[in-house]
């Protein structure tokens, strides 16, 4: 079930709400610091790839090789930018 359809039919029916302000105030933190550490960065023009349906239309757009470099770093437990990948930048660290 969808967390926040439980959470309103818990408010409507009375009862107690399964996951209160205190269970996601961790989140709503991790969240705004992600927000406050790094500006989005494009990927490189060239990596930006158009997928052409049966009807010549670009339907879906991608990103060349980001799979295999994101399992490369889940199989190496390295972030982008610690393996090296070029369009990968640091962000900054924040303390809690």
Not at 16 to 43: D, K, W
Request: proline share 6%; hydrophobic share 40%; charged share 20%.
């Amino acid at each position: 079930d969808n967390k926040l359809w439980t959470t309103i039919a818990a408010l409507k029916a009375g009862k107690t709400v399964p996951c209160g302000p205190e269970a996601a105030l961790p989140q709503v933190i991790c969240v705004n610091g992600i927000q406050e550490v790094s500006t989005i960065h494009s990927f490189p023009d060239a990596l930006i790839k158009h997928q052409i349906n049966d009807r010549g239309e670009a339907d879906r757009v991608y990103v060349e090789g980001l799979t295999q470099a994101l399992m490369g770093c889940y199989e190496e437990r390295l972030l982008p930018h610690e393996a090296g990948i070029p369009w990968a930048q640091a962000g900054k660290t924040k303390h809690f």
